[in-house]
């Protein structure tokens, strides 16, 4: 390589509410030898690509956090990354989030207001944010809900999602959940699984969970059950060929049954097993088990 030779670099923009973990996901990638900016505006962005490029793949992949500290940020950021993608850069927006309830308990937790509640509540500002990053949101390749997670939780979605070298093509994250709960808010696909029997009103079932083999048995023995599981990974099998063509990395299936401890477990872990055979990445998670 000569020394005027400019490489691509790779581009990861970490962006999302103000304390859904947006330093915890930078600092799991630069473990991961990812070279991150801390908050940078939108429009230098395209100035880091290109310093980046003369570095001669010394900062081969480059993480930008940009947050709403940035003046005019929806406008900036979408006009940036349109730019990064005609210059055939592949950036890939990864957009963090948690509830209300859990943004107001971490920042009470440090004492420090949002940066957008001026002379307002904090639930103002929160509110606020929300609203601005709207667009930012719809647009993003990854969302993950942080509500609920610690820090080591959140490093391993990180190093699930960016961890290996060379990886390509979709990765799936198979997560089951209880609907009592609530969706998870990052699900791309749902999968309910109410229309089998519950293991729950069973009494010698009940306090085990769907990766007991009783529960396992008795899930996949009811009616409907191997046909749905068929059926859903054909299904599968058109969705992440179809999201694979468009250029989507990651795709989050989430699959529910009442309070995610028995059938949503049970299914979840055989779409999954399904999904690997045929040559998928995945990870198979469990939102909700341990709750009751």
């Known amino acids: 390589m000569t020394g005027g030779e400019v490489t691509t670099p790779e581009f990861v923009i970490v962006t999302g509410m103000s304390g859904a973990g947006r330093s915890t996901a930078a600092k799991s ?7 991150v900016v801390d908050n940078l505006p939108p429009g230098l962005l395209a100035t880091m690509a290109d310093l980046a490029g003369r570095t001669r793949g010394a900062a081969a992949k480059i993480a930008a956090v940009v947050d709403v500290r940035s003046l005019a940020f929806t406008t900036d950021l979408r006009t940036a990354v349109k730019e990064l993608q005609s210059r055939g ?3 890939r927006v990864v957009y963090l989030e948690a509830s209300d309830e859990e943004l107001v308990r971490r920042f009470e937790s440090v004492r420090r207001p949002h940066p957008l509640q001026n002379d307002g509540r904090l639930v103002d500002g929160i509110a606020r944010e929300r609203e601005v990053l709207r667009e930012v949101r719809a647009h993003a390749d990854l969302v993950i809900d942080t509500t609920g997670l610690n820090v080591h939780a959140l490093r391993a979605k990180i190093i699930a999602f960016f961890g290996g070298e060379g990886r390509a093509g979709l990765r799936v994250a198979v997560v089951s959940f209880g609907y009592k709960y609530g969706l998870p808010v990052d699900a791309d696909l749902v999968v ?12 010698d079932l009940r306090p085990m969970t769907g990766m007991d083999a009783p529960v396992r048995e008795y899930v996949l023995g009811q009616a ?3 046909e749905f599981l068929d059926s859903y990974e054909e299904v599968l099998r058109v969705v992440t060929a179809g999201y694979g063509r468009e250029g989507k990395s990651y795709v989050t299936l989430a699959v529910g049954c009442t309070g995610g401890k028995h059938r949503s477990v049970t299914m ?3 779409l999954g097993t399904r999904l690997r055979d045929r040559g998928v990445e995945v990870q198979v998670s469990h939102r909700d088990l341990g709750r009751e």
Request: charge should be negative.
């Open 29 to 35: 990638l630069e473990d991961l030898d990812w070279f």
């Open 89 to 91: 850069i592949g950036v």
């Open 192 to 203: 309910d699984c109410r229309f089998l029997p519950n293991p729950h009103w069973v009494p």
């Open 224 to 226: 409907g059950a191997k």
């Open 268 to 270: 979840a872990e055989q």
